[in-house]
């Protein structure tokens, strides 16, 4: 029987991920599925058949961290703020503990993110780090001292539910945002937000990676929406930088994966934030799309 071993979870609205870690970090497993979209019982049983999955080929007794798209409500210990919205107001821990017979534990899928670039990512090394997901939603997560920060509300790092700062009289009052308010920093900086408002200015939809890729070939009304994209990605996280100080912030996503980035933004953040010299610097992430997951896996240790 193989000991200290670590299963994370990464439970997000289009895949699930399991990776099986030994206590050198060494990956022993890894295991994906389609997430069952809209159906919180079918994504129990999943997740409940990949651990099975899982534990049978190991033949280890395993600790369970779960990343998700959401927070646990210290009021109802239901799930509250998913962006995959059948997990919200389900006793999500409660259901899973009780079907694999085992407690577990989840974080927020920005935490874990976060975290597992400052343990052995791009973050490594340092105090204070921001992970940030720029995807079909946008999260954040906040490691201090390699400990996840949860807040006293269980909504640290929920920078994408604030307001864009800094708007201009034209975007008032800002796109819808699932959570029932408009203008919200998610709703500019998403992937669909990003296609939606180049169909907005140009009448033509295509997707965020369609339109990073017709930039990078030179298409003028691509690089345009790009250019207002970096700007307002900028004014959002100089708030977060006036407010936290972050040594680094990690960019995660689909939208991570946009090169320019990581030289536009610190360029145009400058103006907003209250320094006169800035030393957060902005980084991709080091294990891409499975970083959430490896954050997942450590929970029992760093929370």
Known sequence: MKSDMRIGIDLGGSKIELIALDHHDREHMRIRRPTPAGDYKATIALIVAMVSEATSSLQAECSI???????VSLSTGRMKNCNSTCL???????????ALQRK????NDANC???????HGA??????VFGVILGTGVGGGLVINGQIIDGANHIAGEWGHNPLPLSTATDFPGPACYCGRHGCIESWLSGPAM???????????LSAEAI????????????ETLERYFQR???????????????VIVLGGGLSNIDALYRRVPELWLPYIFSDDVRTTLLPPEHGDSSGVYGAAWLWEKT
């Open 88 to 98: 919200n107001s389900q006793p999500l821990q409660q259901d899973l503990e009780r």
């Open 113 to 119: 993110f976060a975290l597992s670039e400052t343990i």
């Open 104 to 107: 577990i534990r989840l974080s």
């Open 233 to 247: 990605v900028a004014m959002a996280l100089a708030t977060v930088i006036n407010i936290v100080d972050p040594d």
């Open 195 to 205: 296609a939606a408002c180049h169909q907005r200015d140009t009448g033509d939809f």
């Open 65 to 71: 961290g779960i990343g998700t798209p959401g927070a």
């Open 123 to 128: 973050a490594q090394g340092a105090r204070v």
């Open 212 to 223: 990073a890729h017709a930039a990078a070939s030179g298409d003028i009304d691509c690089t």
